[in-house]
């Protein structure tokens, strides 16, 4: 197993691993549940980012058409495991399906690192 893309941009890597998490996840959710419908299954689906990550990680989940649940990093701009677990458990508990965290190294809002 391997391969790859080289992508163009940050931009249209954001995109391209949010629809490989997507098409990943909704072929193990159709094994799971064969007769349930793709877009049932789609509208499950909790993608996960820090409010610094960059603006193309919401445009992203839009044009792909699932959740994004935006996380409020800690005082060092940081987001947490915990943050992170917390609300996946909570995510879980009301249905729904955790099935992409895009990390951030680095921030736009304020180019630290």
Known sequence: KGGGVIQGSASECVLVSLLAARAHTIHQ???QH???EEGVLLSKMMA???KEAHSCVEKAAMMAFVKLRI???DENQSLRGSTLQQVMEEDRASGLVPFYVETTL???SCCSF
């Open 29 to 31: 959710l159709k094994k």
């Open 34 to 36: 064969p007769f349930v």
């Open 48 to 50: 996960y980012c820090s």
């Open 71 to 73: 996380l409020e990093p």
């Open 106 to 108: 680095g921030t736009t």
